[in-house]
């Protein structure tokens, strides 16, 4: 669902299948090149990593399969089985550097802007800048550079740099998203793997208002 909503704003996402049981495996697979990527598609489960629910570089049919079993087996750990879809595949990601970026509903402010590197960065260094929407552009650049990590962004020790415009493309699309539907109440891409090229949003989640 998220997906679609991404999609509808501008926001390219990679290729994927939704499996809902073991039999779809097949068909799911045909239409997408290996490696692969498999996630839990379940509401119940917030953080698929920490639950078991994702599966990484599934390179043929028999490995797709068992992984698919261990994931629901792992979903049925935390919730029942008809509350879990299936898991969603998709191709495994070109490297970059992972960053985060979000919308969080604060009921002061309205919807706040998120950016940060992934990993380490945000989850030990709490590295993160935020912003009150709607975004100008220079919001959206002194976002992007006023965390500590923008260094790694722009090229260190050989690495090239990444594409920062995809970065404010993605930034500049979550005010528009967060105004215009009142009822999202958190909005967290994690990972976006940002390339020399261009950006994968690997991950995405919406929360919406209990009511």
Same mark, same amino acid.
């Given at each position: ?134 975004? =100008? ?61 261009? =950006? ?12």
């Amino acid at each position: 669902e998220s997906r679609n909503i991404l999609q509808r704003y501008g926001l390219l996402l990679p290729q994927a299948a939704l499996i809902r049981n073991i039999d779809e495996v097949g068909q799911a697979t045909s239409k997408i090149p290996y490696p692969l990527a498999m996630k839990v598609v379940c509401p119940d489960i917030i953080h698929k990593s920490d639950a078991g629910g994702i599966k990484l570089n599934l390179k043929g049919n028999a490995e797709v399969r068992e992984a698919f079993e261990e994931i629901m087996a792992n979903a049925c750990k935390v919730t029942t089985r008809d509350r879990v879809i299936g898991a969603l595949i998709s191709p495994m990601a070109a490297e970059g550097q992972e960053c985060i970026i979000g919308m969080i509903r604060d009921p002061q402010f309205g919807p706040v802007i998120m950016f940060g590197l992934g990993g380490i960065f945000v989850e030990v260094l709490k590295d993160v800048s935020f912003r009150v929407a709607p975004l =100008a552009d220079h919001d959206i650049d002194e976002m992007i550079k006023e965390i500590k990590g923008y260094k790694v962004l722009t090229g260190i020790r050989g690495e090239k740099p990444k594409d920062i415009g995809a970065i404010r493309h993605i930034l500049a699309k979550l005010p528009d998203m967060a105004i215009d539907n009142p009822e999202i109440k958190e909005i967290d891409l994690n990972p976006v793997i940002i390339h020399e090229k261009g =950006a994968s949003i690997v991950d995405s989640r919406m929360i919406l208002e209990p009511n």
